[in-house]
């Protein structure tokens, strides 16, 4: 018998057979995932705009058919911080065009309120759209 890394609920099998999901059950399934993408989060590769997550994916320039958007990012982005170690640092309030940043955005999905927490930071909006562009690269 396996248990639950989250609940201690003890499981037959696990929900996933291999990967970050393979030691939870399938009601702390959403917990584990939306921990992974807080994880995330930290590193710059997650913008959350509206209540919604979305995922830098530098490998694929084609989501979201390929349309390039424009967003801002708000102070407590990783990559507006002026001091960040991290190779895509922005300068302050600088707009970000996902052409540019050598990738797209793909959704993740609404977030659910018992994942935010204000007190924390913990998965707030951290960008917000600043114009929705063509499918033509701009500069």
Same mark, same amino acid.
């Given at each position: ?101 050598? #990738?797209? %955005?793909?959704? &993740? ?5 018992? *994942?935010? /927490?204000?007190? +924390? #930071?913990? %998965?707030?909006? &951290? ?5 929705? *562009?063509? /499918?033509?690269? +701009?500069?």
């Amino acid at each position: 018998m396996i248990k639950c890394a989250i609940c201690g609920r003890e499981l037959k099998q696990p929900c996933h057979s291999k990967g970050p999901f393979e030691d939870v059950c399938p009601k702390c399934f959403s917990q584990r995932f939306w921990d992974l993408a807080e994880d995330e989060n930290l590193k710059g590769t997650k913008f959350i705009i509206d209540g919604t997550c979305y995922a830098h994916d530098s490998n694929d320039p084609h989501g979201f058919g390929g349309r390039i958007f424009l967003v801002q990012l708000l102070p407590n982005h990783p990559l507006y911080l002026s001091n960040s170690k991290h190779p895509n640092t922005l300068e302050e309030g600088r707009t970000l065009n996902t052409w540019e940043f050598k #990738g797209t %955005l793909w959704s &993740n999905g609404p977030i659910p309120e018992s *994942q935010r /927490n204000k007190e +924390t #930071g913990r %998965l707030m909006d &951290n960008a917000i759209w600043f114009k929705e *562009q063509t /499918n033509e690269q +701009t500069n």
